[in-house]
C-alpha cells in the first residue's frame, strides 16, 4: 500500500476482476497498561523464539495462523528477503507453543527508534477463543514496554477475526487512523489456497 496515493472520493470505487479490497484500521497505546490476569488456560503456553534457520517451518507457522485472514505478504517473499527480516536484532519473532505444537505467532519491530510495531500477531484457528490470544497479547505488551519505546503500534483490517478489533482495544489500542488497501487476490496467484478466507469471495475476469 503506498501512502502517495491520493484520497478516495465519496461513494463507490470500482475494482478490477482479480483484485481485492480491505478497510484497514491503525490502533497505538502511548503508555504501558495495567497488566491483565492471565487465563489458566495458559499456563502450558510457552514462547519460543523464530529465527531464519528453518524458513519452511515459519513459513507453514504463517500459513496456520494468516492463511484464513488473507496473510500473504510472507509467502511471496524469497528466501533471502525473509530471512534478512528474521535475523534483523531490531526485529523480534516468536512462536507460541503448546508442548511441541506452535500455535501462535508473534512479531515486534524495533526499527523505528522509540516505537514498536506489533506486526504480526495471531492464534492458530484451534485455540482462538481459549485465552492464548489474550496470553500472547501480555506478553507482547510486556517485551514490547521492556524496551525504551514510546509508542506501540499494529494495524488491523476487516479480512481479520470479526472479534479481532475489540480485542485490541480491549488490550488497551485506540483506533487513529483508517486507510483502504487494494491488492491482487492471493488465491488467484497462488500463494494461498482458492479455499482460504471463503467470506471474501474471488472475482475472476469472464
Known amino acids: 500500500?503506498?501512502?502517495?496515493?491520493?484520497?478516495?472520493?465519496?461513494?463507490?470505487?470500482?475494482?478490477?476482476?482479480?483484485?481485492?479490497?480491505?478497510?484497514?484500521?491503525?490502533?497505538?497505546?502511548?503508555?504501558?497498561?495495567a497488566p491483565r490476569e492471565r487465563p489458566p488456560s495458559s499456563l502450558d503456553l510457552v514462547l519460543e523464539p523464530c529465527d531464519g534457520s528453518d524458513l519452511d517451518a515459519y513459513r507453514a507457522l504463517f500459513r496456520r495462523v494468516g492463511q484464513e485472514w488473507l496473510w500473504y505478504s510472507r509467502l511471496v517473499m524469497s528466501d533471502a528477503q525473509l530471512r534478512t527480516i528474521l535475523e534483523d536484532p531490531k526485529v523480534e519473532i516468536h512462536r507460541l507453543c503448546q508442548g511441541r505444537e506452535a500455535v501462535g505467532l508473534l512479531e515486534l519491530d524495533f526499527r523505528i527508534e522509540g516505537e514498536c510495531e506489533l506486526a504480526y500477531f495471531g492464534i492458530v484457528s484451534s485455540h482462538i477463543g481459549k485465552g492464548a490470544g489474550r496470553h500472547l497479547m501480555e506478553l507482547a505488551i510486556d517485551r514490547a514496554w521492556a524496551k525504551p519505546i514510546r509508542r506501540l503500534f499494529l494495524h488491523t483490517c476487516n479480512f481479520d477475526h470479526p472479534r479481532a478489533l475489540e480485542f485490541y482495544q480491549r488490550s488497551g489500542f485506540r483506533p487513529y487512523k483508517l486507510a483502504v488497501e487494494v491488492l491482487e487476490d492471493p488465491r488467484l496467484s497462488g500463494h494461498l489456497p482458492r479455499g482460504a478466507a471463503p467470506q471474501m469471495p474471488i472475482i475472476e475476469m469472464s
Not at 3 to 32: C, D, F, H, Q, W
Open 1 to 33: 500500500m503506498s501512502a502517495a496515493n491520493p484520497p478516495l472520493p465519496l461513494g463507490y470505487s470500482m475494482l478490477e476482476p482479480g483484485r481485492i479490497a480491505n478497510v484497514v484500521t491503525y490502533l497505538e497505546m502511548k503508555a504501558r497498561p
